[in-house]
């Protein structure tokens, strides 16, 4: 079992910044890949970024590349969204998620374990 709690969303005007993190317990954090993905009200999950087990390997969904680093610390079993230049249409709850190997993948249906989800409210 893998338990993931994220925190740091929040309101913030276009082209602010927001950090979030995703504080996982469980089994042994290194051994996974992690993603994020968010979901806005009436659309479908999507995928934003992923990472592989040792944060060496990243993964973008075009419409956050160059906007969205995505990084992991295994000592403090932390998962990282930097998420800079933001516009209104990031708002949505963003979910990190756990993939029970240790390369990255950008399909929901690849990840076991979900958090809560934590609200980014972009402003115009």
């Known amino acids: 079992q893998v338990q993931l709690v994220e925190s740091g969303g929040g309101l913030v005007q276009a082209g602010g910044s927001l950090r979030l993190s995703c504080a996982a317990s469980g089994r042994t954090f290194g051994h996974y890949a992690m993603g994020w993905f968010r979901q806005a009200p009436g659309k479908e999950r999507e995928f934003v970024a992923a990472i592989n087990w040792s944060g060496g390997s990243t993964s973008y969904a075009d419409s956050v590349k160059g906007r969205f680093t995505i990084s992991r610390d295994n000592a403090k079993n932390t998962l990282y969204l930097q998420m800079n230049s933001l516009k209104p249409e990031d708002t949505a709850v963003y979910y990190c998620?756990?993939?029970?190997?240790?390369?990255?993948?950008?399909?929901?249906?690849?990840?076991?374990?979900w958090g809560q989800g934590t609200q980014v409210t972009v402003s115009s």
């Open positions: 998620a756990a993939k029970l190997t240790t390369g990255w993948a950008t399909g929901a249906y690849d990840y076991t374990y």
